[in-house]
């Protein structure tokens, strides 16, 4: 039974609700004048263990943090107390008098679309300060959205991130078992439901929540006229509430246009096809009042209008792509893979693709993933290593314990550990075993990016690889070290002699990045609003190989009207295209080295794969420009071969 009095103080009056997560209760603050109302809830780790509850307790204190600064918003509960007892966590916040939204909107009632748009506005008003605030709510639904009585707002209670702290903690410490999804059904899109939530997955419960109101139908009903129903594409959609009305001779049949395309995008099943954000989705809705559009239409198809339509935001196609990118392409089974390998204690994943191929981009995803569960997070790009450094292993090293130290905000103790007789391997192995991954029980997920730097001086890299080989068998035996998980990042083939038994290259989890199908570029094309046919996808996939990059510039160019498909296509193998530099940099890295040219020009002569030394095959295909078809190669794509055989004839 509860407690009928907590930290000695909060007086429990009503049990107010529950799950899995813990239990909801109506107190009273006796220490206060007129013993106040307030809201406890009580949280329940889902595993025991020393090691779990204090993770635990710092992933509980993190969380409590957020609440308090989300809890300077209006229309958010104030968070008034955290504390724990007896191994279970409290959290203590604002009683907001006043009615659920799952009372208002009962099954059957459809509320008029002014009421809608006003619901939906005072919803994503306050969530997008909660975005602002890098928080995803998580579990966006009727019930958790209180009409306040004094003023009539909507306020947003119980956020899903708290709820997290058990089921983080447990898989902190490899309970992999533990996969509770956070959210609820109905209002829970795909990618939320698989762990992979984004600002957008609340995008798609408030439009659930608009959805339910304006048609008075439930996403969860067994009877399935009472059912939010989908189109042919299987996307919950406006047109087929009113296509079923009609047949069904109901009174609506019909939703005006631009409030029918604002829902069905923020409800699609794509994340990326829904508004990024809670402000994209309020200054669309702002835009359709402030046209204040009131025509109506009854056909089931509902195009965008232009009036509401935001405009499509491009990314430039350079460098990583960002975590909220609508056009970051995934290679199944890859992503998921590497999500499930960086939560296993003493995890390596190692990451190999040429250059521009989305190896970074994958990482910092990688990374995310981990910090999602409460790891601790750090990415080092070797690029940034000052010349300096790279003149002994003493020195590299000292640059790497500094390095990550700083990136995860903590004090630089090399002088602590750095002085004595030991060599520079056990200084390093000593001052990430007694200091970084002792500093906390959380596990810390290390990128290592741009790898190859390090090859280009031997002496350097044969102790350095050697180390993390050894830190990784460490963990395999010895519970700090399985806190420490690795991402290796890298373009090139490992040239340089390393002990088999050294080397972290022939371990862990190998990840080879390939090039776009063309399922994939058509998709990708589709993002950046072209509708191919597919005689034109098949074009660009010949003069582009797939290559993620080459692919993305294309798009970009075409999609923002600079340039046509055929003009591309034209001006691709040439220095007059928007490859120039791209190709010009590879020219001059093949031009240092006689014996790579006369293989390239071997390959772009034949109108067929070639066999050529493996050395310089293995060299190519680190750099990006032919592909492998066995022991024998070929251009990876048509503006290669044309490119380099007129820049490279005689």
Avoid at 538 to 543: D, I
Avoid at 556 to 569: D, P
Avoid at 606 to 612: K, S
Wanted: charged fraction near 20%; include cysteine; aromatic fraction near 8%.
């Amino acid at each position: 039974m509860m407690e009928t009095l907590l930290a000695g103080h909060y007086q429990i009056i009503k049990h107010l609700g529950g799950g899995g997560f813990g239990q909801t209760f109506l107190a009273r603050d006796t220490h206060l004048p007129g013993n106040p109302w307030c809201v406890v809830k009580q949280l329940k780790p889902l595993v025991n263990d020393p090691q779990t509850l204090a993770t635990a307790k710092r992933l509980f204190d993190r969380e409590a943090e957020t609440l308090y600064r989300l809890g300077t918003h209006n229309q958010i509960p104030r968070l008034l107390a955290h504390f724990e007892q007896e191994g279970e966590f409290y959290l203590v916040q604002e009683f907001i008098e006043g009615q659920p939204l799952n009372e208002e909107l009962v099954p059957g009632k459809q509320l008029s679309e002014t009421e809608v748009i006003a619901l939906l506005q005072d919803i994503l008003q306050v969530l997008a300060f909660v975005h602002q605030q890098n928080v995803i709510h998580r579990d966006i639904k009727p019930a958790n959205l209180i009409r306040r009585k004094s003023d009539r707002k909507i306020v947003l209670i119980d956020f899903g991130a708290v709820k997290a702290v058990s089921t983080q903690a447990a898989a902190t410490y490899g309970q992999t078992t533990i996969t509770v999804s956070i959210g609820s059904p109905g209002y829970m899109p795909s990618e939320q439901q698989s762990g992979q939530p984004h600002f957008s997955s609340d995008i798609y419960a408030v439009g659930m929540v608009g959805l339910q109101a304006l048609t008075g139908l439930t996403p969860l009903n067994k009877d399935v006229n009472q059912k939010l129903p989908k189109d042919a594409f299987g996307e919950f959609s406006c047109a087929a509430f009113c296509d079923r009305v009609s047949h069904a001779g109901g009174d609506r049949t019909s939703v005006s246009p631009g409030l029918a395309a604002i829902l069905d995008k923020m409800v699609r099943y794509d994340y990326r096809q829904r508004y990024r954000n809670a402000t994209a989705a309020l200054q669309s809705l702002e835009q359709l009042v402030a046209l204040g559009e009131s025509v109506t239409y009854e056909t089931p198809t509902i195009p965008m209008p232009t009036a509401t339509a935001p405009p499509l935001t491009l990314d430039q196609p350079e460098g990583r792509v960002g975590l909220e990118s609508a056009f970051y392409v995934e290679r199944p089974p890859i992503e998921s893979d590497c999500y499930e390998a960086i939560l296993k204690p003493g995890a390596l994943i190692r990451v190999k693709a040429p250059r521009q191929m989305g190896k970074s981009s994958l990482m910092s995803r990688i990374l995310d993933r981990a910090q999602a569960q409460g790891y601790r997070t750090a990415c080092l790009n070797f690029q940034l290593a000052d010349a300096e450094f790279l003149t002994s292993l003493d020195k590299f090293l000292q640059w790497f314990c500094a390095s990550i130290a700083w990136q995860l905000e903590l004090e630089d103790k090399l002088a602590d550990y750095w002085t004595g007789i030991l060599g520079s391997k056990n200084k390093c192995t000593n001052y990430f075993q007694r200091y970084l991954l002792s500093e906390t029980t959380s596990p810390l997920a290390l990128g290592l990016d741009e790898v190859d730097q390090i090859f280009q001086h031997p002496e350097i890299a044969a102790d350095f690889f050697g180390l993390l080989r050894a830190w990784h068998e460490q963990g395999k035996n010895q519970a700090i070290w399985q806190r420490l998980r690795l991402v290796i990042v890298h373009s090139k083939e490992v040239y340089i002699p390393l002990n088999i038994n050294q080397s972290p290259f022939n371990v862990g989890v190998p990840i080879e990045l390939p090039e776009l199908n063309q399922v994939q570029v058509r998709d990708l094309a589709r993002r950046h609003e072209l509708d191919w046919s597919e005689t034109e996808v098949e074009q660009v996939m010949e003069m582009m190989g797939g290559h993620p990059y080459l692919v993305r510039v294309a798009l970009y160019q075409i999609a923002r009207g600079k340039m046509s498909l055929e003009q591309l296509l034209r001006v691709a193998p040439t220095e007059e295209g928007p490859y120039y530099d791209h190709l010009r940099r590879h020219l001059l890295n093949l031009e240092e080295n006689a014996e790579l040219v006369a293989a390239v020009k071997q390959v772009v002569a034949a109108d067929r794969p070639v066999q050529i030394k493996a050395a310089e095959a293995f060299k190519l295909r680190s750099m990006g420009l032919v592909k492998l078809q066995g022991n024998a190669v070929s251009p990876l794509c048509e503006m290669y071969r044309q490119y380099f055989r007129d820049r490279l004839s005689p």
